[in-house]
């Protein structure tokens, strides 16, 4: 079972988005994937159909004792589950508190053989849960919008897991881009040399990925020409070779 979060400490960057999209495309290439909105503004959980609600309480889970195939969804999507988002993170960062460094993915001891992938969306900020995050992933995935207050978010974060030794791999990838923009081309243009582990493939800002929030679903399955939808494939196919 591999664990990759949409992470980054600036809200608005396309962690939601990227969440879903990237979900539904490893879906659809057949891996068994369960997302895990860990937003408390339940984002992912409304763009999935689902209701942010778990009977019994993510509390449950935490201490090991809930049944997972309560709290876990399915979705429309075959091959995509939810864990939709229950908790305000306050509550779940404090019963992360005094537990292991990589709760998380012990958490979904009970389910590691029924999938192949988790993906999480975080919440933008650098709390005990995104400490747990950072323990438990194989890797994060950070969306920059190519703006210079973008990478700077990049490079605190780098500092925070270096001055912590917290070993945990930062994939960084572009989204919101826009070509014609000469800051974008430069910023775009800057960041392998800095970024070896970036990601080639850049989401465009396109406002198809906005109609997400309308039609309730990622971009395969009701936009799956646009080149907003073949970028997500394009990135997904790009994961999953490092993955592999
Ligand atoms: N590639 C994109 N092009 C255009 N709008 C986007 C794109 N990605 C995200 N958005 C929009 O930007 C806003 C923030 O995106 P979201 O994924 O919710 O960010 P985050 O989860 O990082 O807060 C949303 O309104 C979303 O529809
Ligand atoms: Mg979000």
């Known amino acids: 079972m591999r664990m990759l979060a949409l992470y980054s400490i600036k ?9 879903v999209n990237l979900a539904a495309e490893a879906a659809a290439a057949g891996w068994r994937v369960l997302l895990w909105d860990l937003d408390p503004q339940a ?7 689902a209701k942010p609600k778990v009977r019994g309480g993510v509390a449950r889970l935490v201490k090991g004792k809930a049944a997972f195939d309560k709290v876990i ?16 993170s306050r509550e779940l960062d404090h019963l992360l508190a005094d537990r292991h460094d990589n709760q998380l993915r012990r958490i979904l001891k009970p389910v590691r053989d029924d ?13 005990t849960l995104s400490e747990s995050v950072f323990a438990s992933v194989d890797a994060l995935l950070v969306p920059i919008v190519p703006t210079v207050l973008s990478v700077r978010t990049l490079e605190q974060l780098r500092d925070f897991l270096d001055e912590r030794d ?4 930062v994939w960084p990838f572009v989204t919101l881009a826009d070509r014609r923009r000469t800051l974008h081309r430069e910023t ?26 309308l039609e309730r679903a990622p971009l395969r399955h ?14 997904w196919e790009e ?3 490092r993955l592999a």
Request: positive net charge; contains cysteine.
């Open 115 to 127: 999938y192949d992938l988790v993906l999480l969306d975080c919440p933008p900020s650098l709390s």
């Open 188 to 213: 775009i243009a800057a960041l392998p040399e800095r970024w070896p582990l970036r990601l080639s493939t850049t989401i465009p800002g396109a406002s198809v990925v906005e109609r997400m929030g």
């Open 73 to 88: 969804r399915a979705t429309e999507i075959e091959g995509l589950d939810l864990l939709p988002a229950a908790l305000a």
């Open 166 to 169: 917290i070993p945990c791999q």
């Open 43 to 49: 984002a992912t959980t409304f763009y999935l159909r």
């Open 222 to 235: 009701f936009a799956p020409a646009t080149p907003a939808a073949r970028a997500y494939r394009a990135l």
């Open 11 to 19: 809200g608005g960057v396309g962690k939601t988005a990227s969440a």
């Open 239 to 241: 994961i999953a070779q």
